[in-house]
Nanobody
Framework: QVQLVESGGGLVQPGGSLRLSCAASGIIFSVNDMGWYRQAPGKQRELVARITAQSYTAYADSVKGRFTISRDNAKNTVYLQMDSLKPEDTAVYYC????????WGQGTQVTVSS
């Protein structure tokens, strides 16, 4: 049974940084392409960054140059370093497979506000 546990969210001022973590269990993590997604109030969930099993990365235009996705296969963990945060980055952030998705975790709330 797949379990995804996100952490690292919080309240941060505009221009600040946060590092999100997602620990996965119940899967062979290293062979899966992974993604970070977010859902803002009243909006659909969207993909913000993805990383392949070979660690190739891609980003949504809205976060390109500000967010960095990475993975540690030894720890079954994917990370999202978020810099130069903006109020429009406020959302619940989730990780999941890029492709057919597993059950969603609880997510981690990121609030960017002064």
């Amino acid at each position: 049974q797949v379990q995804l546990v996100e952490s690292g969210g919080g309240l941060v001022q505009p221009g600040g940084s946060l590092r999100l973590s997602c620990a996965a269990s119940g899967i062979i993590f290293s062979v899966n392409d992974m993604g970070w997604y977010r859902q803002a109030p009243g909006k659909q969930r969207e993909l913000v960054a993805r990383i392949t099993a070979q660690s190739y990365t891609a980003y949504a235009d809205s976060v390109k140059g500000r967010f960095t996705i990475s993975r540690d296969n030894a720890k079954n963990t994917v990370y999202l370093q978020m810099d130069s945060l903006k109020p429009e980055d406020t959302a619940v952030y989730y990780c999941n497979r890029y492709g057919p998705r597993w059950a969603w975790g609880q997510g981690t709330q990121v609030t960017v506000s002064s």
